[in-house]
């Protein structure tokens, strides 16, 4: 695994080919804006105005005396602490998974590195391995989507975090660094969203490889980079694709956008949904989510779609199936959610009514073609946080969403985390020889753990099968139900 | 009708047994924590910190040279524009009265004062009025509830606004004289939204009635307060219900409560609706609406209901009809919609289980038995604005939105504004004996109206009768189409 | 009273005026038809070819020895009973109604004419009537809608009943002159749906109204009549309008509806709802109840409106509001709702792909032009039982539902029949001078006690208000709790 | 393949242990009673009475000479050509497969003999086969389901059909013995559903797999049975499993289950579904058409699962998940869909309350422990076709509908039969060993096709991917868009 040189030009390229995550590079500018941030219920998007110092600038230490983690400002702990415990709520299915595990400290010796955003919810998550013995380093995968004050509460309860709302590129890649690189300290799990900690790590110090365990990563973007470098030979140890699990697609994919959605739209737009004309983009399971609530909430609705099967699905759910051109001056809102590039075209973008909204769902900013309508013409006018009137010259005006709904999102998916923290578990206690130099799937049997930790939540009763009718379905009474194909 | 006294004791306290408006007396604790704010898209919610001093303590002048105004800051005007600018996007009806009366100027010549929310939405409204030659002076019928950014807009365009937000007591009464008593300038017409500003009016300026024309109220309270002063036979100038036309009832309250139980619950508790138990209690429109939303996003909603009509009509719709005590152990969330008092008990509240949402959707604050909840038992924490927790000897916490949703569903009630309108239009244009010292509905016909101004914004086409069908059916083609009791 | 000459020819004309209930006229052709019939769960629709004799012409004893009756074959009684049994197990407020009043027999005395569609539910209204003490004698207010064993298990059990399935114009008026014409025995109430019996009597025997202390009347024709005579001053005993209760209008037409347009298009039709394209004129209550069953099957569904109300609730509730000449070509089912005539037209008809369904789910058969669909270039094939294909020169079809489904709704009507015992057992026992010769609406606490009788089918709880609730909503306790004009 | 030997006892063990369909044996009590059966919209099933000779000894001929037929009634052919034509209008996928395919002839030199059940719909999918140049022999895969007038339809074009409904278990062998065994032609394809008719083939006629190029098989059932083969290395030829194509599984499944579990309920029962309680067990693709159905018809459904991942779905789609033991009490209709043996125990029957009624919706009729009502303290009441009451001493009424609902359900299967038609088109022109002995699912790219097929009929518009976008997703412009493991 030593021989791996990662640094090279040729796979910076490989990398630079998938996607981005959300605007890392072209954020600078909105930054300064965030004075007018609410788009969160969160208070950290409210505070940037009150010091301009860099964190990288500043000394902090916390009531325990460590000085070992960069933050906004460390005194918001304790409005951040009550910002995680509103999220515990929500998410007792990590609670419980902290109950049952807590005796035997299943990731005692565990050493975590993390590379995900920093919400309230993740810092359950954090706080989750933490319980179970584990000792955690945490920086975020992207530069806008931290809450400065849930970094404060994990600061200072302790956990090393390096990461704050508005990083710069350069703070970005600074702030990994400090999180592996710390003298006396070697992680031996990697936990990662986009691939950006564990290029860091092949680049930087490929020897850490050798210590660790495996790698669980949540994203699209990451995942497709880990199967790269598994196809090229490059994977040096396990690898856990969370992403692929089926609470992460029929659960957090489905069920969150379905909420998320219409929060996302409201706190952006004000827009009353009943009698709006809306497309959606795509009839995957986020199209559906969002589809789902659109309709419900009087939306009229029609997608378009390139799957003949998903366009059938959405036909017998009684949407239209349109091509966007057809329909482009009759809408009011357009949703995008095929994780495809250029869906919504600056030709389209052109053809739109007046207050027309424009929003993408999608994971990564590439499907609405923004970079178009940076042209001398088109006026940009920011009027809330992450949300700009694009003005022709005719005065028409469009609402661009491009960036800031898939940031909304990330404050309701509850189910991949408890997902997440069983694959730390899992591979981390995996017997030598169970897991190869490869990429894995959950095994059906934890999603259906995963799932049955959620279910007190909603007081919900399993049936159990008799010994009967489990040996008439020839399945085992504790489960997998359902085939490993099952998706 | 000069003879009438309204200063004395006795209606005094006739007015005082009407429920009072959303906490005006109790809110001044809660006032200085609004630096957490930001439940609303409005940046104004999160701005009370940065300046203590009282609005009524500062000099200010608009651009013009005025500083006929109380506003919290007239710089933020332009701040306040662009979410005037932002709602004039669903309030496509308000802007078609404008284009449609603007040549006649239907208002020349009114001098309106007015006793409102201060939202974007009302400022449409109020800028409509000027528009079709109106003079306004205006203040707020809410402690609580002005966008200050708003107010300055208006200020700054040279409207006469008194208002602010976290106005104490003794500020709210001095707003509303400042507004009604102006040198060389008074009054022809009310508009008023809970009463308060007729009932000042009566009690320190009854001459005033002389000259008025009429008084629109908008509000269920001000109308009960109408209607008695109407029996009492004190009622001196014609009075226009716009609380119990049908855009209200059917649109705002159904519709509006819809949309504003999602995003008010998300933006304060961050909850996922998904399988949550939630018990309504009340099923009219405001219930209804309330419902439909959960339903469709994965709660499973039962109801409690005093009428066996609306319990059936429960039924049907496909909600258990209880009662509150027998499911009040296993619920998530508790909403009232009744406008009935004491909903919710404190025995109801001590039953409750941990991190249940206890919300009141109707429009006094008397539903919940929130002074139940001060005794020295119990904790308080108040963990957003407006939002408390409760926190009972065991740890147990309720989560207590007592005022909070009536609030923010203030900005999504696109119809009734229209309604309010053409209301002033008919009052103050209207011949001589039409109207009587009585309070009236608004004509059936000018429901229609309304109605039809809103239709473009949906792009609907509506069909227009044959003469042989018009015979046939018995009606006049261009309507009234409802007969008079249709609500 | 006496001096009331209804048989005039002006009278006539009058009448004619109206609406005529389904096809009773143009209905001859059909009925030999029958054979194939098989839309209803009944087995009456399967028997007609046995027999070809007419009932007039049979003579027939029940088990009694009683052969005052003319139904079709009183051997199918035991069949019927149990359909009788089968419907009473939806129509428990009946039932329940039955129990509470039997001990004390309110019609004991009454002697009732009936004359409404003859089917399980209205027998089991029927002897509900008979078991709280009446004598009823019956016949059927649609040549084509009698369930024959049903009709022929009343009158096993003593009900004199004359009605079948398939009756020719002159048999319908020879039934009711039967069913009226009885010596010794003199009706004091009419039960109507529609006016032809009020009709019959007015014109044959006026003597009868000395005795008669009301008239109860189901149909929305039957009450136009009334409201007619009561103007032209020839209402000579009170009428009750069972038709503009609360339940008729918000259950019956919106729910049953809701229920009656899947099963009617599924038995005739064979049609998969999803993905279909469907046009629905009228947006009232019975439009509403199709609207949400279709859309919630799949179905994409868009609606014509003249009123600019329902257009905007059709709006907010998310379908699009069109004009039908804008969307015939694309549709798949085109369902008529209005109670307005020609609103199908025969250039419609002419536009529509090949396989579209055209339905009539109003009271009336006049809202498709069917007369204009008997020219020679068209050729009509009847597929199954009141099921036609128009055939187009070019070989396009049409699929005409020209009276069916009006017919088919008739099964799931369960809620107006309580109202109607209600107002039988009013109109008799209501003491001298609280009716005049008017008609009235069922009082609001009659509603709302049917509604309550209802309820616990559903194992509904309500609520009771307090003493405090009750006074601080100026409510009693026991109702009425809405106000007397709500509808 | 010759050596196999298929008729000894062990095998014949191996077959008996798979649930049988839909009561082939226990069916012969029931036959006689469908003079009254209703619940299909053709008319097959009201004409038993008019002929009581079995059709094996009747000498029929068609209006072309031919005699190779056996169907009940060859003179009902018009009317079963009509029923045919009706149901083309829904299937215009097999109707365009004909048209795509019908110059080339892909079925040329064919000879498929076939075992489904014999309706509407499949007599398109065989005139589709017929018209692409196929030679077809059918016969009945249930005693139950055939329509007589179809088989007619079928015989009298020249399509030896050998079905009728109400056949013995004698008759159900001999139908497929004829249809088989022809002198002067062999059969190269086989057409099953639910594998009797390979069963046949194995055991007499071994030496027709020397000619088969495949099997194609619909059922769960027969797919079991075929991987059992292929597990034991008895599959002497190739086969298709469509069962679980996505079609099947996504369309007909959800889709069409949400259909036809309204419509059957509709029939059998009359219910109205609004407000009713409803326990559904099993949350699969039938359990949740079901569901959805249910809900937006106003009923109040909760559901059992085993699986926690399916429970979690139901808990998100706002059921209550359950055990059938805490809620037996309350329901008024318990539907069956896990696939699974005694879901509903004779201890849970005896538990309902008078009029539940229990319904199986699965594939099988061992969901409901049928059997254990076999005993002599209760009654047997046939009400309607298949719909028994049965009465418990104390005079409680259940509604039983233990195999009417899954042959309800074949009336509305559109999808299906395209995919079937597509996997005889793959497997017969299939070249030399492309499909080994083993059983293959339908490929990704067809499933694909299929739903394109179906795509005309919604008048849907597929979007084309762009090269640029083909190459960012890594797709082929024409698809396959889904993996391989998708379902």
């Known amino acids: 695994c030593l021989q791996i040189q990662f640094a090279n030009t040729e796979d910076k390229q490989e990398f630079s080919k998938y996607p981005t995550k959300a605007g890392r590079r072209s954020l600078s500018r909105s930054i300064s804006q965030s004075s007018t941030d609410s788009y969160s219920s969160a208070a950290s998007y409210t505070d940037s105005s009150d010091d301009e110092t860099s964190p990288r600038d500043k000394a902090q230490v916390n009531t325990q005396g460590s000085s070992d983690f960069c933050v906004k400002n460390i005194k ?10 509103i999220a515990e709520q929500d998410m007792s ?14 990731l005692a010796g565990a050493k975590i590195v993390g590379c995900t955003h920093i919400t309230a919810q993740t810092a359950v998550l954090i706080e989750t391995l933490v319980a179970l013995g584990a000792q955690c380093r945490w920086t975020a995968c992207n530069i806008y989507s931290t809450q400065n004050e849930v970094a404060a509460a994990l600061a200072e309860t302790g956990v090393p975090v390096f990461a704050w709302k508005g990083e710069s590129e350069d703070d970005f890649w600074w702030c990994i660094d400090r999180c592996v690189n710390r003298e006396g300290w070697q992680a031996n799990m990697i936990l990662d969203d986009g691939g950006d900690l564990t ?25 497709h980079r880990l199967y790269q470098l598994s196809k090229a030979g490059k994977l040096c140890v396990p690898a856990m694709n969370v992403n692929d699990s089926v609470t992460k697609q029929k659960f957090d994919n489905l069920y969150c956008c379905r909420e998320s959605i219409l929060d996302g739209l409201k706190r952006t737009t004000d827009i009353m949904f009943g009698g709006k004309q809306v497309v959606v983009c795509g009839y995957g399971e986020v199209g559906k989510g969002c589809c789902t609530a659109l309709k419900a909430l009087g939306a009229i609705v029609c ?7 998903c366009a059938l699905q959405a036909c017998m759910d009684g949407f239209r199936v349109v091509k966007l051109s057809e329909v482009i001056r009759q809408m009011d809102v357009v949703i995008t959610c095929t994780g495809n590039k250029n869906v919504v075209t600056r030709e389209q973008l052109d053809r739109m009514k007046n207050g027309c909204i424009v929003c993408n769902m999608g994971h990564s900013n590439t499907e609405i073609d923004v970079a178009s309508l940076r042209s001398p013409e088109l006026t940009w006018e920011r009027v809330r946080s992450q949300v700009d009137h694009i003005i022709w010259p005719d005065g028409k005006r469009v609402v661009l969403l491009a960036e800031v709904m898939s940031l909304l999102s990330l404050f309701v998916m509850p189910f991949v985390s408890t997902s997440t923290a069983l694959a730390v578990i899992e ?3 995996a017997p030598e020889g169970r897991y190869k130099q490869d990429v894995y799937l959950l095994p059906k049997k934890m ?3 995963v799932a049955s930790l959620h279910l007190p939540n909603f007081d919900a009763h399993l049936t159990e099968l008799s010994d009967e009718q489990a040996k008439y379905m020839g399945l085992n009474k504790n489960g997998p139900f359902k085939p490993n194909y099952y998706r």
């Not at 299915?93 to 299943?106: D, F, T, V, Y």
């Not at 790590?201 to 850490?208: D, L």
């Not at 997608?303 to 099967?309: G, H, L, S």
Request: hydrophobic residues 35%; proline residues 5%.
């Open 427 to 429: 591979l981390f206690n």
């Open 199 to 223: 290029h860091w790590v092949y680049k930087k110090y490929p020897s850490v490889f050798k210590k660790v365990r495996g790698i669980v990563e949540e994203s699209v973007t990451g995942v």
């Open 76 to 85: 918001q702990a304790e409005f951040g602490r009550r910002e995680i415990e």
């Open 303 to 309: 997608i378009t779609e390139i799957d003949p099967i």
């Open 447 to 449: 999603d259906e753990y």
């Open 93 to 106: 299915a990590l609670i419980s998974l902290r109950k049952r595990a807590q005796g035997e400290k299943p």
